[in-house]
Nanobody, 124 residues
Framework: QVQLVELGGGLVQAGGSLRLSCAAS?????MAWFRQAPGKEREFVAG????????YYTDSVKGRFTISRDDAKNTVYLQMNSLKLEDTAVYYC????????????????????WGRGTLVTVSS
């Protein structure tokens, strides 16, 4: 089982930026970021295919967040710009441990490995 460790969360003012990173202990394939706000279900935020060619975003973050990966470092990043109050949540990294075709299907139940999460708090 691949271990995932997220870093980079914190407190930021609305309109500011944060960069999250997720380091994997071994080889991963498609990777994604999810988030869970208090009292809400975990939701997909962004995903990147195993080769880095395709990226997917939930509508609320398009144009503000960018997912990328550095396979030499087994790390995936989430650059978050123009942060809003509603972006406040615990952000989780998730990965496929096997190669599978995803297309636009990034259901949380289909991901193989999960990190423990990092808290992002956006203040006014």
């Amino acid at each position: 089982q691949v271990q995932l460790v997220e870093l980079g969360g914190g407190l930021v003012q609305a309109g500011g930026s944060l960069r999250l990173s997720c380091a994997a202990s071994g080889r991963t394939f498609s990777m994604a970021w999810f988030r869970q706000a208090p009292g809400k279900e975990r939701e997909f935020v962004a995903g990147i295919t195993w080769n880095g060619i395709s990226t997917y975003y939930t509508d609320s973050v398009k144009g503000r967040f960018t997912i990328s990966r550095d396979d030499a470092k087994n790390t995936v990043y989430l650059q978050m710009n123009s942060l809003k109050l509603e972006d406040t949540a615990v952000y989780y990294c998730a990965a496929d441990n096997v190669l599978r075709y995803r297309g636009s299907n990034w259901a949380a139940s289909t991901m193989d490995s999960w990190g423990r999460g990092t808290l992002v708090t956006v203040s006014s």
